[in-house]
Nanobody, 132 residues
């Protein structure tokens, strides 16, 4: 069982930055792939970024991004602190939404790690609002 708690959301002007954190419970944090997803009002939940599980020479620290955030957002993890981060720079009004982190125990490729249905554990989410 993994419990996830997000923090760091807020209101920011376009062009600004925010850093989201997701603290996880449990002793097996490093064995999970971790993802960030967001949902804007009236829209479907969408993939934002993910980082692979640690400990494998084939996947250690590999990152994945949605095209809409590539070059502006950076996902990272600190296994010693059981925490995953999402650094968001050059924010745009269309980045507004509730951002949730999630943990995926099994995935085989870059397509699966983007699929929210593969994720077993979810946080409650943190609101990010970008004003124009």
């Amino acid at each position: 069982q993994v419990q996830l708690v997000e923090s760091g959301g807020g209101l920011v002007q376009a062009g600004g930055s925010l850093r989201l954190s997701c603290a996880a419970s449990g002793r097996t944090f490093s064995s999970y792939g971790m993802g960030w997803f967001r949902q804007a009002p009236g829209k479907e939940r969408e993939f934002v970024a993910a980082i692979s599980r640690s400990g494998s020479i084939w996947s250690d620290g590999t990152t994945y991004y949605a095209d809409s955030v590539k070059g502006r957002f950076t996902i990272s993890r600190d296994n010693a602190k059981n925490t995953v981060y999402l650094q968001m720079n050059s924010l745009k009004p269309e980045d507004t939404g509730v951002y949730c982190c999630a943990a995926v125990p099994y995935y085989s490729d870059s397509t699966e790690i983007r699929d929210p249905n593969r994720y077993h554990y979810w946080g409650q989410g943190t609101q990010v609002t970008v004003s124009s």
